[in-house]
Nanobody, 125 residues
Framework: QLQLVESGGALVQPGGSQTLSCVAS????????IGWFRQAPGKEREGVSC????????KYVDSVKGRFTISRDNAKNTVYLQMRSLKPEDTAVYYC??????????????????WGQGTQVTVSS
């Protein structure tokens, strides 16, 4: 059974850092594009970052550029989202998503076929 499981969500102080993990089971991530999305209460789901299947291409929404880093370790079947200089507006449920392909698409949720259940990140003092 193909499954994505996110972890690492936490309560973090403004300016702090946190790393999210997305572990795949039931399939190999080698040929999959991975995206990280987030959804805050009352808002639409937003594409945050994505990484190509080779890891050679990454994309970020403007609001997180320079603060977030996406990476993948195919040997561990895991994709990471390192978040630094966190702001209260980063508070949301974060989801990872996967689709077979090479190049990633950042903003389109329908591009992705498989989704995790989400992990809560709260940035607050």
């Amino acid at each position: 059974q193909l499954q994505l499981v996110e972890s690492g969500g936490a309560l973090v102080q403004p300016g702090g850092s946190q790393t999210l993990s997305c572990v795949a089971s039931g399939f190999s991530l080698d040929y999959y594009v991975i995206g990280w999305f987030r959804q805050a209460p009352g808002k639409e789901r937003e594409g945050v970052s994505c990484i190509s299947s080779s890891g050679s291409t990454t994309k970020y929404v403007d609001s997180v550029k320079g603060r977030f880093t996406i990476s993948r370790d195919n040997a561990k079947n895991t994709v990471y989202l390192q978040m630094r200089s966190l702001k209260p507006e980063d508070t949301a449920v974060y989801y990872c998503a996967a689709v077979v392909g090479s190049e990633c698409v950042l903003a389109v949720t329908t591009f992705y076929a498989h989704w995790g259940q989400g992990t809560q990140v709260t940035v607050s003092s």
